[in-house]
């Protein structure tokens, strides 16, 4: 699994990232700013072949 957390809607500094295997999610990651932040999200099967989820959505009041 992959979770990548950003303040505002680019990456870049201020940033949390939780990337590796696990066996039920990724996270928690903290940020900054709460007002606006994108999250990039990705998940693949257990053989590592096949994408079951991969998004990115923006969310918050700011944004």
């Known amino acids: 699994m ?3 957390v950003c303040p505002g809607k680019t990456s ?3 940033c ?7 066996g039920s999610h ?3 990651i903290t940020i900054s700013d709460t007002g606006c ?4 999200y990705k998940m693949r099967n257990e ?3 096949v ?3 991969n998004g990115k959505r923006s969310y918050g009041p700011r944004c």
Do not use: E
């Open 12 to 14: 870049g500094p201020g």
């Open 16 to 22: 949390g990232t939780d990337d590796g295997t696990f």
């Open 47 to 49: 053989k590592d072949t």
């Open 37 to 40: 932040f994108t999250a990039v």
């Open 2 to 4: 992959y979770l990548n």
């Open 51 to 53: 994408w079951l989820i």
């Open 26 to 28: 990724a996270g928690p």
